[in-house]
């Protein structure tokens, strides 16, 4: 069955009206600057209330080993998500387990995927100048169809209920990973939009 991390959790009525619409992972986006920031010792509350087997996982963009290290800790996140220009060499020294997010623009891109052999997973999503991710546009989902034969891939960028059914069916991808498309505001979630989303995704998955 595909699984359906939903990302940019900020508050914990957002994470339990998720979970309850049968998302498999919540992210928490470890940002600063961006819109939807929580501080870890925030996460870590909301992290606290949850049922078991729910996957929790922190979005970075270049920090260090270290303070990814530091924030985990607090937080109690149980995965990372390296959205900067984490190298392979910086990757090896983490202690948690991750998952490496590729920018596309084209075919080359996919060229990265073969340097992180201790990714657990690569989220693809859209490139956009001045973006580490969260742009809310698709990229050409033939691209990510080729990389999915090899790879785990975590597919992102610009998917919505309306086209999350097209996506799964056309991709095939082990995960799908929204943000923007199933908000009401940034860092607010639209809770029909989460559980329209889960629906459509799990229902084109058995076709």
């Not at 470890?30 to 010792?41: C, D, N, S």
């Not at 996140?77 to 991750?98: K, N, T, W, Y």
């Not at 657990?120 to 973006?131: E, I, M, P, R, Y």
């Amino acid at each position: 069955m595909i699984r359906v991390k939903i990302c940019g959790i900020t508050s914990r009525d957002d994470a339990w009206a998720v979970v309850e619409a049968g998302a498999d992972a919540l992210g928490f986006i470890f940002v600063k600057g961006t819109p939807r920031y929580i501080e870890p010792e925030t996460a870590a509350a909301i992290i606290a209330a949850m049922p078991p087997f729910v996957a929790t996982v922190g979005v970075f963009v270049d920090r260090t080993p270290e303070e990814i290290d530091e924030i985990v800790g607090v937080s109690g996140v149980g995965l990372a998500q390296l959205h900067g220009l984490e190298s392979p060499d910086m990757c090896s020294h983490l202690r948690i387990p991750f998952i490496k997010a590729v920018r596309v623009q084209g075919e080359r891109d996919l060229e990265a995927l073969h340097r992180y052999p201790r990714a657990k997973g690569f989220l693809l999503d859209t490139f956009v100048a001045g973006q580490s991710g969260g742009t809310g546009r698709t990229f050409p989902w033939e691209i990510a169809t080729r990389a999915s034969q090899q790879f785990r891939v975590i597919l992102s960028g610009g998917l919505t209920p309306e086209n999350v059914a097209l996506a799964v069916t056309q991709v095939r991808p082990y995960a799908l990973d929204v943000c923007s498309g199933v908000e009401a505001s940034p860092g607010r979630k639209d809770h029909h939009k989460v559980r329209e989303f889960i629906d459509q995704a799990r229902k084109a998955d058995m076709r």
